[in-house]
């Protein structure tokens, strides 16, 4: 199921690439485009708007109708990325440089405010009719604000040494579930079928947090392309994992463990992580956050159960591979 939800990707994606070219050509303004193409270029599976264009095709809709806008939700994922580098202090994005890191902070700031209006301007000069435009741009705003106050639980949730897993839960919904439902909510919208976004909201709201719990796990096993183990730690982040080990461990590894959580990223050892790691271990935190990520992607397939069969099983099929994927 990996093998052939990733063969879609790459297929699908070569698509996306074009259309992102048109969009922001390559030979442009020198010191942006070529700033924009360097961050694309890192690779990135295309997920997002993948999902778009699939979820049209499923209902029916010309696949040509989505292109706009689901090169607009790879925009707005990859200049999110962007400014979370800078406000989390990532040197490395998918193994190589970060962007702000290459071009300065200045510019990476400069950068993704250029990619978040074109995907204002994807829309607005895509062929759809005025009405879906008004609804996709509602959708887009919508998430936009959802995934900056998401941004910010997480921001300040970091000093925290009593982390709860409900205000976890709430955080990641705002941060991670609310950009992966957009392309699939406008797959929809742009196919007529509005009665199904409440349904596919839902769904998304169980599906992101997988997504980013799995997420949180690469990070202690492959990593996720920022050249080393344990990124999140040195960031200080609440994972789930830091909840769930909080909650069973003693008073002096909870110490410790906050103590590393909250040093400066540039003073965290590969020992610190070792041991937070340990924790995470001894605890069973890492197999919790597993069942955690299958739980949510289990109760994900109750509200497909009543959606389009073509659609229902994209979605399931996508939402396994969002927690069993590698990389």
Same mark, same amino acid.
């Given at each position: 199921?990996?093998?052939?939800?990733?063969?879609?990707?790459?297929?699908?994606?070569?698509?996306?690439?074009?259309?992102?070219?048109?969009?922001?050509?390559?030979?442009?303004?020198?010191?942006?485009?070529?700033?924009?193409?360097?961050?694309?270029?890192?690779?990135?599976?295309?997920?997002?708007?993948?999902?778009?264009?699939?979820?049209?095709?499923?209902?029916?809709?010309?696949?040509?109708?989505?292109?706009?806008?689901?090169?607009?939700?790879?925009?707005?994922?990859?200049?999110?990325?962007?400014?979370?580098?800078?406000?989390?202090?990532?040197?490395?994005?998918?193994?190589?440089?970060?962007?702000?890191?290459?071009?300065?902070?200045?510019?990476?700031?400069?950068?993704?405010?250029?990619?978040?209006? *074109?995907?204002?301007?994807? %829309? &607005?000069?895509?062929?759809?009719?005025?009405? /879906? !435009?008004?609804?996709?741009?509602?959708?887009? $705003?919508?998430?936009?604000?959802?995934?900056?106050?998401?941004?910010?639980?997480?921001?300040?949730?970091?000093?925290?040494?009593?982390?709860?897993?409900?205000?976890?839960?709430?955080?990641?919904?705002?941060?991670?579930?609310?950009?992966?439902?957009?392309?699939?909510?406008?797959?929809?919208?742009?196919?007529?079928?509005?009665?199904?976004?409440?349904?596919?909201?839902?769904?998304?709201?169980?599906?992101?947090?997988?997504?980013?719990?799995?997420?949180?796990?690469?990070?202690?096993?492959?990593?996720?392309?920022?050249?080393?183990?344990?990124?999140?730690?040195?960031?200080?982040?609440?994972?789930?994992?830091?909840?769930?080990?909080?909650?069973?461990?003693?008073?002096?590894?909870? *110490?410790?463990?906050?103590? %590393? &959580?909250?040093?400066?990223?540039?003073?965290? /050892? !590969?020992?610190?992580?070792?041991?937070?790691? $340990?924790?995470?271990?001894?605890?069973?935190?890492?197999?919790?956050?597993?069942?955690?990520?299958?739980?949510?992607?289990?109760?994900?397939?109750?509200?497909?159960?009543?959606?389009?069969?073509?659609?229902?099983?994209?979605?399931?099929?996508?939402?396994?591979?969002?927690?069993?994927?590698?990389?």
């Amino acid at each position: 199921m990996i093998e052939e939800v990733e063969r879609i990707l790459r297929m699908k994606g070569k698509a996306i690439e074009k259309e992102l070219e048109k969009a922001i050509p390559r030979k442009g303004t020198p010191n942006l485009n070529d700033a924009v193409w360097y961050h694309m270029d890192s690779g990135g599976k295309r997920v997002r708007p993948v999902l778009a264009i699939l979820t049209c095709e499923a209902l029916g809709c010309d696949t040509n109708k989505v292109m706009p806008f689901a090169a607009g939700c790879e925009l707005l994922h990859n200049w999110l990325l962007v400014h979370d580098d800078i406000e989390d202090g990532d040197h490395v994005r998918r193994d190589k440089p970060a962007l702000w890191v290459k071009y300065g902070i200045s510019h990476g700031i400069n950068v993704g405010d250029f990619m978040s209006l *074109k995907v204002v301007e994807l %829309i &607005l000069n895509s062929s759809l009719d005025d009405k /879906t !435009k008004l609804a996709l741009f509602g959708e887009t $705003a919508e998430t936009c604000v959802k995934t900056a106050e998401g941004q910010t639980m997480d921001m300040n949730l970091r000093g925290q040494r009593n982390p709860s897993e409900k205000d976890y839960m709430k955080m990641i919904e705002l941060k991670t579930a609310w950009y992966l439902t957009l392309p699939m909510v406008g797959g929809a919208i742009i196919a007529g079928r509005t009665d199904l976004v409440p349904k596919i909201k839902e769904f998304g709201m169980k599906v992101g947090p997988a997504f980013q719990i799995a997420d949180d796990l690469l990070d202690l096993t492959e990593g996720k392309g920022r050249g080393e183990i344990g990124s999140d730690i040195k960031e200080g982040k609440r994972s789930i994992m830091v909840v769930h080990c909080s909650s069973k461990c003693s008073s002096g590894e909870r *110490k410790r463990m906050f103590e %590393i &959580l909250d040093k400066p990223r540039e003073k965290t /050892t !590969k020992e610190d992580i070792g041991y937070v790691k $340990a924790l995470f271990e001894k605890y069973g935190s890492l197999d919790y956050a597993r069942q955690k990520a299958r739980s949510l992607v289990d109760e994900s397939a109750q509200t497909t159960s009543s959606m389009p069969a073509e659609l229902r099983s994209m979605l399931d099929d996508f939402a396994r591979y969002l927690i069993e994927r590698k990389k």
